[in-house]
């Protein structure tokens, strides 16, 4: 017994070494868009700015005020409203009054074999007229310079497909907790600075600023290709990848936030219909992430707590990396440091998460998104 703990400590000490090097040295690679000189007027290609939006009447006013006030030449604003039963879809018509470069459509049913979210993004992207689209929220938050530094960007890196990751405002010490842990989990899991390696399978797509060429997005099949995919933002960077075009995952930090769920319970609630989504709806696969997340974020704490000798002492480097690397998220996030101490209850409320969502999703045969009911054979049919 004694042996098969020091090897077990050993491996994950040694699989917490190899991640902190790799987070560490990828970390330095990933491109930040305030180093990118905003664009000339000449060097503007037209964009066409696209979101969906269902009962969002509290968050949209911050957000239109930020559209309104981006500095870019060649701009379009396509939002549609999604069968919204609150104010949205006034909001949005008043603001289109005001506004010459904004456009509001308003999609009253939902066709069969689509979901509501990537249905809306479609029919805006059918009245979009832009070389490039850039997918973003409702509730997204944008600083004026933004465009035209992305555009400079994608222009110097040659990408074809530029997706940002914004600074998620976060609140509290649950809401900081779980959102720590899950960006870490994210930057691990996706290898986010491998993504632009066109030798890597990483592929990456943030739903709040998602930028890619019209060309690109008619031949990877645009949203009809993503009709029953609940995921769709990550799916669009598997797409792009996966049909040799050029995907760069880069920083935006304060030039594109959101205040994403408010709440630890509005977080575990806003990912019920992704997690095991994100699984490819496999029980298998959901189920073996909670053990490896457990056994590589939880395990080494309890190690420290429990283990003797070269156990705890592995234990103790494995903890060691794992709260240095959470802590350099945390910086980059603009939240304490300190928050590292809370790795191991992040991950303890992530995997209830993943449960969670599997549960609820085996339980109930399917999601429930946006006011509609989707059927578990269904989705599993739709997954790109």
């Known amino acids: 017994m004694h042996i098969f703990g020091l090897l077990l400590f050993s491996l994950i000490a040694a699989f917490w070494i190899l991640q902190g090097l790799r ?82 459509v308003h999609v009253s049913e939902l066709p069969a074999g689509w979901l509501g979210k990537p249905h809306a993004l479609q029919k805006a992207y059918e009245a979009s007229t832009g070389e490039w689209l850039l997918f973003t929220d409702a509730d997204v938050r944008f600083e004026t310079s933004v465009l035209r530094r992305a555009v400079a960007m994608a222009e110097k890196l040659r990408a074809d497909h530029l997706t940002l990751g914004a600074k998620v405002e976060m609140r509290g010490f649950w809401e900081k907790t779980v959102l720590t842990f899950f960006a870490l989990a994210f930057h691990v899991a996706n290898q986010l600075d491998q993504v632009g390696n066109v030798k890597s399978k990483a592929y990456a797509g943030i739903g709040a600023f998602q930028m890619l060429k ?39 930090q304060e030039f594109v936030s959101v205040r994403w769920q408010a709440g630890v319970r509005n977080v575990i609630r806003g990912v019920t219909k992704n997690f095991f989504a994100a699984f490819g709806y496999s029980v298998t696969y959901a189920g073996a992430a909670v053990v490896m997340m457990l056994l590589m974020n939880v395990v080494p704490f309890i ?34 440091p300190l928050y590292a101490v809370t790795h191991p209850i992040g991950a303890i409320l992530f995997c209830y998460m993943i449960v969670r969502s599997t549960v609820v999703t085996l339980w109930s045969g399917g999601v429930t998104w946006r006011g509609t009911f989707y059927p578990l054979d269904e989705l599993k049919r739709g997954v790109v």
């Not at 290609?45 to 239109?64: M, N, Q, V």
């Not at 949203?223 to 995952?249: A, I, N, P, T």
Request: with cysteine; proline share 3%; net charge neutral.
């Open 214 to 252: 019209r060309s690109v997005y008619e031949t990877i099949g645009t949203h009809q290709k993503l009709k029953m995919e609940v995921v769709d933002d990550m799916k669009v960077g598997k797409l792009v990848k996966q049909s040799g075009f050029r995907s760069v995952v880069a920083l935006a």
């Open 303 to 336: 190690g420290v707590a429990a283990g003797h000798g070269w156990i705890r002492i592995l234990a103790g480097i494995a903890a060691g990396v794992a709260m240095t690397v959470h802590a350099g998220g945390d910086l980059a996030s603009g939240v304490s």
């Open 23 to 104: 987070v560490a040295y990828g970390a330095t690679k990933i491109p930040r868009i305030r180093n990118f000189a905003a664009a000339q007027d000449s060097e503007c290609p037209s964009i066409s700015l696209i979101f969906a939006a269902r009962d969002e009447e509290e968050k949209l006013p911050g957000a239109l005020a930020t559209l309104a006030a981006l500095d870019y030449p060649h701009l379009e604003i396509i939002a549609v409203d999604d069968r919204s039963q609150d104010a949205t879809g006034r909001i949005l018509d008043e603001f289109a009054a005001g506004h010459s470069r904004f456009r509001a």
